[in-house]
């Protein structure tokens, strides 16, 4: 099974930027990809960004323009960026593989306060 941990949420006012970062056990070069997850209370969780073997990303409307995700020079982790925080983006956020699902870890807390 392949692990993934999650850093770098926080305590944020409106607008303002933070960057996560999700470090796996093997090297992001040998999953087809690589997807970042957010689950709010009550909500479902919800895949807000792809990053594919090929260097190709996607992103999810919710997010877009706003967000982006990112290979790190750290041939393990996986970076996103997250620019113009709103309220509604406050939720746990989390990375797995989208078409090989592992177990989830712990995620990372981001709260976006108005």
């Known amino acids: 099974q392949v692990q993934f941990v999650e850093s770098g949420g926080g305590l944020v006012h409106s607008g303002e930027s933070l960057r996560l970062s999700c470090v796996a056990s093997?090297?992001?070069?040998?999953?087809?990809?690589v997807g970042w997850y957010r689950q709010a209370p009550g909500k479902q969780r919800e895949l807000i960004a792809r990053?594919?073997?090929?260097?190709?990303?996607h992103h999810a409307d919710s997010v877009r323009g706003r967000f982006t995700i990112s290979r790190d020079n750290d041939e393990n982790t996986v970076l996103l960026q997250m620019n113009s925080l709103k309220p509604e983006d406050t939720a746990v956020y989390y990375c797995?593989?989208?078409?090989?699902?592992?177990?989830w870890g712990q995620g990372t807390q981001v709260t976006v306060s108005a």
């Open positions: 797995n593989q989208p078409y090989a699902q592992q177990y």
């Open positions: 093997v090297t992001i070069d040998s999953m087809l990809a």
């Open positions: 990053i594919f073997r090929d260097g190709n990303t």
